[in-house]
């Protein structure tokens, strides 16, 4: 099966500038998950999707970041403006269903540098 | 804090060698997962283990769960040099309703010298 897809894979900006991330999961997950890995550190989650519902984005600074899925499918996680700290790996994952009880597939991530 | 963490940070060994890491967690748990990720990549589902089991294999790979400690350790056997990568554990918490994830700890840098 493919796996989940997240584009760009690097992305370097000026602070102050938006950015985009695009992310499409594992078909027929319902579940869908953006972390933020900062270098030297474990992934912290950001924001949880069950279909197309926010489930918990209570770690998400809603000041600047935002994110949505739409139909229940592919996802999107914007920053505007960004700041110097946001840079880090931004992570897309999927599981069959809320929590992962069988483990989460994630992408292979987008760098983002702010610069 | 609920996430695991992982012991040691960093650990060296030579090919052939056997690696265990540890790790740590303070929250009731349904099961504990490991992950790997090679440098630039995402992160790759390795095994997991829930809270009523006690041991668990995967091929090279041997994963323990001591709930009353609240510790669980991988152990890799015989490694080789592409092993090396940094190592996770992630807990998902006992929790009701859908608004439950996984936490990460801060992860093991694994390197198997050749």
């Known amino acids: 099966e493919a796996g989940v897809a997240q584009s760009p894979r690097y992305k370097i900006i000026e602070k102050r500038q938006s950015v985009a991330f695009w992310c499409n999961p594992i078909s027929g997950h319902a579940t869908l998950y953006w972390y933020q890995q900062i270098l030297g550190q474990g992934p912290k989650l950001l924001i949880q999707?069950?279909?197309?519902?926010?489930?918990?984005d209570s770690q998400l600074p809603k000041d600047r970041f935002s994110a949505e899925r739409l139909k229940g499918v592919d996802s999107t996680l914007k920053i505007q403006p960004a700041k110097l700290e946001d840079s880090a790996v931004y992570l897309c994952?999927?599981?069959?269903?809320?929590?992962?009880?069988?483990?989460?597939?994630f992408g292979s991530g987008t760098r983002l540098t702010v610069v | 804090s609920q996430q695991g963490e992982e012991d040691p940070q960093a650990l060296s060994i030579q090919e052939g060698e056997n690696a265990t890491m540890n790790c740590s967690y303070k929250t009731s748990i349904n099961n504990l997962q490991w992950y790997r990720q090679n440098s630039g990549r995402g992160l790759v589902h390795l095994i997991l283990?829930?809270?009523?089991?006690r041991e668990k294999h995967s091929g090279r790979l041997r994963v323990t769960l001591d709930t009353s400690k609240k510790s669980s350790s991988l152990l890799i056997t015989a490694s080789r040099a592409a092993d090396t990568a940094s190592y996770f554990c992630a807990i998902l918490p006992i929790s009701s309703g859908s608004a439950r994830q996984l936490t990460f700890g801060s992860g093991t840098q694994l390197t198997v010298l050749p």
């Open positions: 999707f069950q279909n197309n519902g926010v489930v918990d």
């Open positions: 994952a999927s599981s069959e269903g809320p929590g992962g009880g069988y483990g989460y597939t």
């Open positions: 283990i829930r809270s009523n089991e």
